[in-house]
């Protein structure tokens, strides 16, 4: 997989927000079929990277290719339509719209006659919208909430919200999938059944590109891991090698020391060490706040 060329290439990007230098000087390559994780502390620029690649903020300095084509500065719209997409940490639907519809809503953004084609009713559209409806009905049966079809979204718990939005997300048959958080919210039997999904949705095509808190849905699903912290990608491999990186222990350790009071400090089986701390704190990931920064441009 390593040597056939990257379908995601980052190359050098940095975004800088005000004070704050979320991304700096990121550059990371994702071979075609690959699952690569994306973890770090809150705050570390995974929403930030994800955003750059789908469009939605244009990166400071730096590019990204997609298929050794520049993505850079095209609008969400176009880089949906050349075949990545999304999810959303903080959930985004359409909180009035059924299930089924939710879905067709991506298959849209790929039919020729598009929404406001479906809308007008044309003969085309009819068609496209018959086609529509029985791909989002496949995909539905896929994630399992083919009998939730006619709920409306809003009315969905939010591990079922997750779920739509990646069957909305597949819906524009994607060569690329981003997912932010995914697994937020869910229990454990949901994590492990997204796990199953994202296994199966690679089958299906896509590469996955997908950012975690949670390490163990990464460990069990991810070829690479890329680690990020403050801005800047501190390790990258396979997860059992990610989880052994003395940066990335050093990384968590550090921000776990701040953020935990003493009296909290888990003392747990008497563990002690280096190894017996990661084994502890790393699937954990800590929350590192804004102010914590250190990329934070003095006087500003
Ligand atoms: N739109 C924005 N305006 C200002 N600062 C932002 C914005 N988006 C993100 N940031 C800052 O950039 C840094 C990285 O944030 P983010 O990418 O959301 O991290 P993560 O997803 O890893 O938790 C944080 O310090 C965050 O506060
Ligand atoms: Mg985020």
């Known amino acids: 997989m390593d040597e056939a060329a990257p379908l995601l290439r980052v190359q050098g990007v940095t975004k800088r927000f005000d004070g704050v230098c979320a991304l700096d000087r990121v550059s990371l390559a994702i ?29 400071t300095e730096g590019a990204v290719w997609f298929r050794d084509r520049p993505l850079t500065r095209l609008r969400p719209h176009r880089i949906a339509a050349a075949g990545i997409a999304r ?26 006659a598009g929404l406001w084609g479906a809308l007008w009713r044309t003969w ?16 539905l049966a896929f994630l399992g909430l083919a009998a939730r079809r006619h709920v409306l979204a809003r009315n969905l718990p939010s591990s079922q919200q997750r779920l739509l939005e990646l069957g909305r997300a597949l819906a524009t048959d994607p060569s690329l999938l981003l997912l932010d958080e995914p697994a937020a919210g869910m229990t454990r039997e949901e994590r492990r059944r997204l796990a199953e999904i994202i296994r199966a949705v690679r089958a299906r095509g896509p590469t996955v590109f997908l950012i975690e808190h949670d390490l163990g849905l990464i460990m069990e699903v991810c070829d690479r891991v890329t680690v990020l912290h403050f801005g800047r990608t501190i390790a ?21 020391r ?43």
Do not use: C, W
């Open 31 to 59: 071979g075609p079929g690959e699952i690569r994780g994306l973890i770090g502390p809150n705050g570390a620029g995974k929403s930030t990277l994800v955003n750059v690649v789908a469009g939605q903020t244009p990166p």
């Open 87 to 112: 999810t959303f940490q903080t959930i985004q639907l359409f909180p009035d719209m059924t299930v089924l519809e939710t879905v067709m809503v991506g298959r849209h953004a790929r039919t020729h």
């Open 124 to 139: 085309r559209a009819a068609a496209e919208e018959a086609a529509a409806r029985e791909h989002a009905l496949e995909i």
């Open 236 to 256: 990258e491999g396979t997860p059992a090698a990610v989880r052994a990186d003395a940066a990335v222990i050093a990384a968590y350790l550090g921000t776990r």
């Open 258 to 300: 701040r953020r935990m009071a003493p009296e909290r400090s888990p003392r747990r089986h008497g563990e002690h060490g280096e190894e017996a701390a990661r084994d502890r704190l790393v699937p954990e990931l800590p929350n590192v706040r804004t102010s914590e920064h250190p990329n934070t441009l003095s006087g500003s």
